[in-house]
């Protein structure tokens, strides 16, 4: 069992950062793989990011290349997305989740345990 909880979100003005963090229970989670995903009001959840169990393998989503970036630190149980130049179609409920297993995954089906989210607002 992996509990998540994320935090770091709010309202940023165009062009602003934000650092989202994941804070994880159980002792599974330096195992798995983590991905970050967001959904946006009216649309279907969407991957973001994603990074391999010891994080040395990333992965992006075409619309997160460049601006975000992804960690994780093991010691901590915990995992983050570093977002830069933050756009008004960022705005979204961001996810935390935790995968299956230790390789990237993209696909919601391939993640096991999901946190509650937190919202971030990018106005323009």
């Known amino acids: 069992q992996v509990q998540l909880v994320e935090s770091g979100g709010g309202l940023v003005q165009a062009g602003g950062s934000l650092r989202l963090s994941c804070a994880a229970s159980?002792?599974?989670?330096?195992?798995?793989?983590m991905g970050w995903f967001r959904q946006a009001p009216g649309k279907e959840r969407e991957f973001v990011s994603c990074?391999?169990?010891?994080?040395?393998?990333?992965y992006y989503a075409d619309s997160a290349k460049g601006r975000f970036t992804i960690s994780r630190d093991n010691a901590k149980n915990t995992v983050y997305l570093q977002m830069n130049r933050l756009k008004p179609e960022d705005t979204a409920v961001y996810y935390c989740?935790?995968?299956?297993?230790?390789?990237?995954?993209?696909?919601?089906?391939?993640?096991?345990?999901w946190g509650q989210g937190t919202q971030v607002t990018v106005s323009s």
């Open positions: 159980g002792r599974t989670f330096s195992s798995r793989a």
């Open positions: 990074v391999n169990w010891n994080g040395y393998s990333t």
């Open positions: 989740a935790a995968a299956r297993s230790g390789a990237l995954f993209v696909k919601t089906n391939e993640y096991d345990y």
